[in-house]
């Protein structure tokens, strides 16, 4: 596929493994289209991409706290009744490199295209689930088991040569309307290599790294994941915290993310001419909330209009409304007039009225997750 700005691991300095490979579309590819074309699709990876050449041999073992542990082919995963969820897939570290501008953080340096929106196609988890005995809504299984774990087969180096593994709740695994996949398409096309042949899987609402690509099993635990990435990355810390006095153990890994905008119409510095400027981006909120409100300001956020929000063309979004995508970003626009240099912002309130930090400067951390500051972007007006 056609990738664009790919960047490696600043800190990564594995002798074993090679750079993964990581990449972001120009953010003006991004508001192109509701639905993100996989081309375009940001690509997240922490250990070489692997290679499933035979489909008939690929199976995904169900084990741990159960009584009947069993292994699935894809024929058997092919035969449960098919979702497709529309379901916007944001990394953690989206906008990093704004935030690592202001102070020094450690990660993937990331614009504002670690995110896309995509028709993911495949079993829902709670319905796997009930192949080992697990029912719909069960927080518990009779012998302990609390949270599933997905483990691939990418082996990282994070990982100390193991594979790429998370966890999330039983109960929300169990709960269909949280619409937990184990996906098989993309944009109505098997999986490509990138993103997780032949299976993955797609938690809506939470941070990316917990949709585990090219599933080779899943477990059922007590504990959540004791895995790096759920236990020694992907929390979000106080910006006191740094490298010398971390304790991991004291914060929980972070699960859905919060809600979050940006301008992909203009990149910084754009030259403009004075008048009327089109103003567009994405917002997104995690845990299903929808978008209620995205604010653009052209003076640096003294004076605010009101963008307009989509998510199908020609359909005005109404949040949380049955006729919206839940888990899908919204698009929105708005032409504003500007008639010296200046510094346009936007923001974004989600249903529950949670709203985005002025600054990044107080939700600095220390791994750069998270940067959900007021996205300005720089114009330069010209005559
Ligand atoms: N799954 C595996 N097996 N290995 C990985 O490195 N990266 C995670 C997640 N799942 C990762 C993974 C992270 S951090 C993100 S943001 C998403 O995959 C990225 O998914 P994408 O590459 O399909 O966009
Ligand atoms: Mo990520």
Redesign the pocket.
Known sequence: GVCYAVMQNSTDTAPIYKQ?FNAEPPRSALVSSYVTPVDF???????PIPVVDDIERYSVSISGLIDNPIELFMKDIWKLPKYVVTAT?????NRRTAMSNVKKVRGVGWDVS?I?NAVWGGAKLADVLELVGISKFTGTTNSGGKHVEFI???K?KEENGG??K?SIPLSQATNPEADVLLAYDMNGEPLNR???YPL?VVVPGV????????LDSINIIAEECQGF?MQKD?KMFAPSVNWDNINWSTRKPQMDFPVQCAICSLEDVAAVKPGKVKVSGYAASGGGRGIERIDVSVDGGKTWVEAFRHQKTGVPYIADDMNSDKWAWVLFEVIVDVSRSTEIVAKAVDSAANVQPENVLEIWNLRGILNTSWHRVKVQVGH
């Open positions: 993964p699709f940001y690509k997240r990876n922490h250990g897939l944001q990394c953690a570290g670690a896309g691939s087969i990418d990282c594979p790429y998370a990138d993103h997780g993955r941070i990316g790294a917990r949709s585990v690509k090219w990435f992907y």
